[in-house]
């Protein structure tokens, strides 16, 4: 390990994001396999915006291939790899901006974008393989995927926009940013039903079309119910910021904006 790689990892342990909320592969997978990433591509001088271009490569390989090749067991093992290694450089382009000194909002826009397309078209590629390659029993399995597309694409955007809303009410009021709460184990693996990287690693078992169909069925229902609850959670915490701020003086808590 050379002495440039082990000071970026060094580096990078000092500019992570909070990983409250995260749930579990993301947090303690994706985004250790992220910093590797992200110091081998700082050591190798390329740009955020560059890893996001490799992250792209590999993922939209592995959409691809589901969409075009009949389920095999060597296929879900591809599709898994293209997939994870996608994921993982999409934690690493941030990082890297981060390690650089601080990203750019058109990095941010790109990665965003390539994120919604990558949500969109994943689902869309695995309803094309149930219809082209697999024996449907019933034509409702047809409607998971379309489901799963409207589902992920809501609440990616609910995420975005949130999150968005926030910032922009403290930067016309002044209010700080509340501290970030301590991430809790826990609450990780209660939600990785949401976790994209648990899907990736689902199409692992694309190749056993009996027992992904359910499988990837069973992710579906957990994403469904978390956005379900989540979207209530959310309104609440958007509506807050309507509030009228409090007179100068004036005692009492704080609102606290949960990210």
């Known amino acids: ?8 990892l060094v580096r990078l342990n000092s500019a992570q994001k909070t990983a409250k909320g995260a749930p579990a592969y993301s947090r303690f997978v994706n985004r250790r396999l992220g910093r590797l990433l992200a110091a081998a591509s700082y050591v190798a001088g390329l740009t955020p915006n560059q890893v996001t271009g490799i992250s792209a ?9 589901i969409a075009l090749v009949d389920p095999a067991p060597w296929l879900g093992v591809a599709v898994c790899l293209a997939l994870v290694v996608g994921y993982a450089f999409d934690a690493a ?4 901006a981060r390690l650089r000194g601080g990203g750019s909002k058109s990095g941010e826009f790109l990665d965003h974008m ?8 994943l689902h869309g590629a695995v309803l094309v393989s ?13 409607l998971v995927p379309l489901g799963f597309t409207v589902v992920a694409a809501v609440m990616f955007f609910g995420m975005i926009l949130k999150d968005l809303l926030a910032r922009a009410h403290r930067a016309a ?6 501290p970030a709460a301590a991430p809790s184990a826990l609450r990780s693996l209660l939600v990785i039903p949401t976790d994209y990287g648990l899907l990736c690693v689902a199409f692992l078992l ?9 499988l990837y069925a069973l992710i579906f229902a957990g994403n469904l119910l978390f956005l379900m609850a989540a979207a209530v959670k959310w309104f609440r915490e958007v509506a807050a910021l309507d509030r009228p701020a409090a007179p ?9 904006y949960q990210r």
Do not use: C
């Open 206 to 214: 694309l190749g056993a079309k009996a027992v992904f169909l359910p």
């Open 93 to 96: 382009d941030g990082q890297l």
């Open 114 to 121: 390539v994120d919604s397309l990558k949500i969109s078209a």
């Open 1 to 8: 390990m050379s002495a440039s790689f082990r000071d970026a």
């Open 248 to 256: 100068a003086g004036a005692t009492g808590p704080e609102p606290r």
């Open 57 to 65: 490569l590999f993922t939209f390989t592995g959409i691809a291939l």
């Open 130 to 142: 149930f219809y082209r390659f697999f024996d449907v029993a019933h034509a409702g399995y047809l």
């Open 173 to 178: 009021t002044g209010e700080a940013a509340p």
